[in-house]
T-cell receptor, first 112, second 116 residues
Framework: EDQVTQSPEALRLQEGESSSLNCSYTVSGLRGLFWYRQDPGKGPEFLFTLYSAGEEKEKERLKATLTKKESFLHITAPKPEDSATYLCAVQGGETSGSRLTFGEGTQLTVNP | DAGVIQSPRHEVTEMGQEVTLRCKPISGHDYLFWYRQTMMRGLELLIYFNNNVPIDDSGMPEDRFSAKMPNASFSTLKIQPSEPRDSAVYFC??????????????FGDGTRLSIL
């Protein structure tokens, strides 16, 4: 069974204070790791897909990296508008079909 | 380009009543997913369809839940009879192709369901 654990559960930063969110996963044959952002009252919004260890992707102040056991979402010089819950999801081997397994999320608050 | 559209946005009903949630996927997307999100269990996949055919319904909690996709632009998730433990936010998502082909799932803004 695919498993995803995100840490920390909550993170409070000052504007400009860089940090990282962690996503540890256990999956049989990773086919993709996905990062989403979710704002209150909204559905998850897609950010990145990573497929293989060593891969990195960037979008504005966000950079996602992937190893064989975990992924990090690095936030550089965050702004208050980066406050949201960040969700990590994995898609496992062939038996998973198109099923995604999500972590519980990290709730990020950036104070001005 | 319109995103995934769900209705209603909020639903409050009494235990035992039938509840129907609706979803219109993004045009051209041939995969449709129904999720449930709660504080206790996070985001869980209930069922997904490919070309209107249910592929994996292993996440449907029990027989009180049913989902249909009569055509490419409409799907429903029905709960009958509803129970207070069904209270959650229900999301619909769609994708252009299987997730492993580099196409992410796009989510609607959900239906917040409260069963009294």
């Amino acid at each position: 069974e695919d498993q995803v654990t995100q840490s920390p559960e909550a993170l409070r930063l000052q504007e400009g204070e860089s940090s990282s969110l962690n996503c540890s996963y256990t999956v049989s044959g990773l086919r993709g790791l996905f990062w989403y952002r979710q704002d209150p009252g909204k559905g998850p919004e897609f950010l990145f897909t990573l497929y293989s260890a060593g891969e990195e992707k960037e979008k504005e102040r966000l950079k996602a990296t992937l190893t064989k056991k975990e992924s990090f979402l690095h936030i550089t010089a965050p702004k208050p508008e980066d406050s949201a819950t960040y969700l990590c999801a994995v898609q496992g081997g062939e038996t998973s079909g198109s099923r995604l397994t999500f972590g519980e999320g990290t709730q990020l608050t950036v104070n001005p | 380009d319109a995103g995934v559209i769900q209705s209603p946005r909020h639903e409050v009903t009494e235990m035992g009543q039938e509840v129907t949630l609706r979803c219109k996927p993004i045009s051209g997307h041939d995969y449709l997913f129904w999720y449930r999100q709660t504080m206790m269990r996070g985001l869980e996949l209930l069922i997904y369809f490919n070309n209107n055919v249910p592929i994996d319904d292993s996440g449907m909690p029990e027989d009180r839940f049913s989902a249909k996709m009569p055509n490419a632009s409409f799907s429903t998730l029905k709960i009958q009879p509803s129970e207070p433990r069904d209270s959650a936010v229900y999301f619909c998502a769609s994708s252009f192709a299987p997730v492993y082909s580099n196409q992410p799932q796009h989510f609607g803004d959900g239906t917040r369901l409260s069963i009294l």
